[in-house]
């Protein structure tokens, strides 16, 4: 492998914090590396661009959280927005909060498929459920740790291994289809249907119009005006929920609720609550 491109979206870090690992793992390996965070406001046409010029010894390695079953909507819009190439490796990567990892590693599976991709490996990585940052024990709580790097580091290093001595096979696209069929047939019909929001309230008797939620949102979905005001690029995220300093951002759903609901999830689905790597 000579270069790999790593393009990822991660509200609350953890994504963000797999794909440090995996850009550490490649550049030890003295791989060169381009990454592009799709919350952050950057341009992503240069890294696209780059991406054009992708052959089959470079890699695409791409992140997203699952947001209630699926991977979140800039990541799928980046999937939607790729060039078609020939061929060229490439690696989803999900990191779900222990409720259930749905079907967000198959889905982009397919949209890299559609692409030209082949699948050279994936994983899905535990990680603290983000929706839980109020609670004392949250689910997933100290994930991704040292064991999940480690799985992370041993992906890569596969990958790479296996590019060289050009011994991969592409991963079939039904080794991310891993749910039980009764469920897994209810989380895809969710990709054609409109994203949830959960409505927000601003408390203006707390609101100072600091616009730290303005400045914290990965898709520009709020502006001050001069309260704040969310615009339909909002895919609930909660970042600015949580980052506000005056608690002034309302889920009209009770944290509480949101809590509640996400441990009997993970009761009910009872999927295991590792890391798992795929090839
Ligand atoms: C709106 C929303 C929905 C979520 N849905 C799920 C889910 O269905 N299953 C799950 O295990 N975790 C779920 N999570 C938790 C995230 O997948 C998990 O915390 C992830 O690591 C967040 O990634 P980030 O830290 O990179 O933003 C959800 C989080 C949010 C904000
Ligand atoms: S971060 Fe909170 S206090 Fe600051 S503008 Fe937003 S809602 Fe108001
Ligand atoms: S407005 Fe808030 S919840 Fe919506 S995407 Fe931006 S930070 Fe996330």
Known sequence: MKTAFIAFCSPAG?????????????????????????GAGQDPS????????????DCLFVGSPVYR????????????????VNNCP???????????????????GKALQEKGFFLAGAAKVMAVHCMMWQSDHPVGQGHPDADDNRQVRSLVSTVIDRRLTATAKPMPLSALD????????DFKAKMDQPWMIIPKAI??????????????????????????VFNARCFDCFKCVRECP??????SVPLEKIESNIRQRAETYKEKPFTQIFF
């Open 178 to 185: 891993y749910q039980p069929d009764s469920i897994a047939a």
């Open 203 to 228: 408390d203006q008797a707390r609101c100072t119009q600091c616009g730290t939620c303005e400045t914290v949102c990965p898709v520009g979905a709020v502006t001050l005006d001069p309260d704040p």
């Open 90 to 108: 490439a690696v989803p990567f999900v990191t779900w909060g222990g409720a259930i990892s749905g079907i967000a590693l198959w889905q982009m």
């Open 69 to 84: 079953d699926v991977a979140i909507p800039p990541v799928m819009k980046f999937l939607s927005e790729l060039p078609v």
């Open 14 to 38: 953890s994504t963000g914090h797999v794909a440090r690992v995996i850009v550490d793992a490649l550049e030890e390996r003295s791989i060169i590396t381009h990454l592009l965070d799709l």
């Open 46 to 57: 240069p890294f696209i661009a780059l991406l054009k010029t992708a052959e089959a010894d």
């Open 246 to 251: 005056e608690d002034a951002i309302i889920s």
